[in-house]
């Protein structure tokens, strides 16, 4: 079975901070890892993705995340935060050995706030 | 240009009426989905077609009924509306197993 976590139900960041998300998960399998952005009475957006290669992802709006195995976490930051950036944080995971269908399990989702 | 977009954006009915979601993709994608997101934000996924192809059927009631007419549609049948099929319900779209892109979502609220 595969599933996500993500610890923290708020983070708040002051802006022009650096600001992480945290993000772990469980496999069988090498994982596909995802994270969605979602503000205020819309869609999910998609920021960036885990699949292979390089550990670290750069994504949309100047996010990156950091894939680690050992500790089988997928956490996200982004160097400076705006104001812009408050929104709900969702990390994803599916597992291609069970995963099918493209199945992908979801976090409860992180509310991020960056105040002035 | 919208990529998926949902109709209708709010619903509001009364309980054991029946109510259709209709969703187009304009992607060229071969899968879509159906999520339902809860007033905790929760987002569990509910049915996936891929090719007009039902490959994802999670445990849902079965007042739900999901039908694709081709690839670029999924719509969701919904009977007899209970009061906790209240939600958000999106619809996502992706091609190859990569990444999904979300419609805006439609709020269901059922008095």
């Known amino acids: 079975a595969q599933s996500v976590a993500q610890p923290e139900d708020q983070v708040n960041v002051a802006e022009g901070n650096p600001l992480t998300v945290k993000c772990t998960y469980s496999?069988?399998?090498?994982?596909?890892l995802f994270w969605y952005v979602q503000y205020p009475n819309r869609g999910l957006q998609f920021l960036l993705k885990?699949?292979?290669?390089?550990?670290l992802v750069k994504g949309s709006y100047g996010f990156e995340a950091e894939f680690n195995k050992s500790q089988t976490s997928f956490h996200l930051k982004k160097p400076s935060a705006l104001v812009s950036d408050s929104a709900l944080y969702f990390c994803?995971?599916?597992?291609?050995?069970?995963?099918?269908?493209?199945?992908?399990?979801f976090g409860t989702g992180t509310q991020l706030k960056v105040e002035l | 240009d919208t990529a998926v977009s949902q109709t209708p954006k709010y619903l509001v009915t009364q309980m054991g009426n029946d109510k259709s979601i209709k969703c187009e993709q304009n992607?060229?994608?071969?899968?879509m989905y159906w999520y339902k997101q809860d007033s905790k934000k929760f987002l569990k996924i509910m049915f996936s077609?891929?090719?007009?192809?039902?490959?994802i059927n999670e445990t849902v009631p079965n007042r739900f009924s999901p039908k694709s007419p081709d690839k670029a549609h999924l719509n969701l049948h919904i009977n007899s509306l209970e009061l906790g099929d209240s939600a958000v319900y999106f619809c996502?779209?992706?091609?190859?197993?990569?990444?999904?892109?979300f419609g805006p979502g439609t709020r269901l609220t059922v008095l």
């Open positions: 996502a779209s992706s091609q190859n197993r990569q990444e999904q892109f």
């Open positions: 496999v069988s399998g090498n994982p596909y």
């Open positions: 885990y699949i292979t290669g390089d550990n």
């Open positions: 994803a995971v599916r597992d291609p050995l069970t995963g099918g269908g493209n199945k992908l399990t």
């Open positions: 992607l060229g994608h071969d899968t």
């Open positions: 077609y891929n090719n007009k192809e039902l490959i």
